[in-house]
């Protein structure tokens, strides 16, 4: 035999020799869930370890994740019923909770990355993430809501601008509505191949931000579709897009792959709060080991091309010393 791939697996120093993807903290954007109040901290009942803080709360949270190496955060509201309406108003009113945790985190950690989500689903009382007419979802008149929700964010500090909502040629407009108002360094991280997904249930949750009525199958994309995949990319990209995101992560790899194959903008993959309610359950009943099956999951993003990795595990992984 002249071919032994096993030699190049034969001691551990030759195994790190030969890696071909590495994991670093770097690398990490921990999402994280607020809620209005003082000193709150409530955990999600399908998502355990992960919590609503108030922004109090929040502050001491980010301030540890930095401690150990985290910097980046991406923040998700979540919203009074009795303030949400058909048109989202709340969701770029000014002092409205999330532009204050905002300003909040980047007065007392300027060297924080802030992500930000821009979509109505929080703040709507339809819980769609476009205006609903007559059981449609109106995508020119949503983008108004849109641009005007990021430019709150980009005002209260945000360093990336993340829209998740899926309507069509949003990136196109929220960027020239940035531009337009001198916030040409904020970034967009475009949720660029976001499916119309089962693995959403658990932050639903957290966020109490499920459809009243309908599903989301007219905006989010059909996970039996890959090709549609590069027209999404394409606009966004042609649109100023500054990082593509596929969502989910795990079941969406080929995804992941096929964007990075095909575009030299960085990808993002979003490991959503199934994901991590699926390993969590698994770990507890002892029927995965769960540091192996997190951090394989974890490094299978950045064997697909992704450079970064939004997940619920971020924080776990520093403070257990699994990237060590
Ligand atoms: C909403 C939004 C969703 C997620 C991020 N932004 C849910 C949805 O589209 O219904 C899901 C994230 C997760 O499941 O972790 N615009």
Redesign the pocket.
């Known amino acids: 035999m002249l071919h032994r791939p096993r030699r190049n697996r034969k001691s551990q120093v030759i195994r790190d020799m030969v890696q071909e993807n590495h994991l670093f903290a770097s690398n990490l954007i921990f999402?994280l869930f607020i809620i209005e109040g003082n000193n709150l901290k409530t955990e999600v009942s399908s998502m355990p370890g992960i919590f609503r803080y108030s922004i109090d709360n929040l502050l001491r949270e980010v301030e540890s994740c930095m401690n150990l190496g985290l910097n980046s955060f991406d923040l998700f509201p979540n919203i009074e019923e009795s303030l949400k309406d058909k048109h989202a108003t709340v969701s770029y009113k000014k002092g409205n909770l999330y532009l204050r945790a905002i300003e909040e985190v980047k007065k007392n950690f300027p060297e924080a990355c802030v992500v930000t989500?821009v979509?109505m689903?929080p703040y709507s009382s339809d819980g769609h993430?476009g205006i609903v007419e007559d059981g449609k979802i109106l995508n020119d008149e949503t983008l108004e809501v849109l641009g005007k929700m990021a430019l709150a964010h980009a005002e209260a500090g945000a360093d990336i601008i993340a829209p998740?909502?899926m309507m069509d040629g949003r990136i196109g407009y929220i960027r020239q509505a940035l531009d337009a108002n001198g916030f040409k360094d904020v970034s967009l991280m475009s949720y660029t191949a976001k499916y119309a997904s089962a693995?959403?249930g658990?932050?639903?949750d957290a966020l109490n931000?499920a459809p009243k009525m309908g599903d989301?199958k007219s905006y989010?994309m059909n996970p039996a579709n890959s090709r549609e995949a590069l027209i999404e990319a394409q606009l966004d990209a042609d649109e100023g897009a500054d990082f593509l995101m596929v969502k989910p992560g795990l079941p969406y790899l080929d995804i992941i792959k096929l964007l990075s194959d095909n575009f030299d903008l960085p990808i993002a993959a979003?490991n959503?709060?199934?994901e991590y309610a699926m390993l969590k359950a698994a770990s507890q009943n002892g029927w995965l080991n769960e540091e192996r099956s997190i951090m394989e999951t974890l490094l299978s993003f950045k064997r697909a091309g992704a450079t970064s990795i939004l997940t619920y595990h971020a924080k776990e992984v520093l403070e257990k010393g699994w990237l060590k």
């Open positions: 999402p989500d979509a689903d993430d998740s909502d693995f959403y658990p932050f639903r931000s989301k989010q979003y959503v709060s199934g």
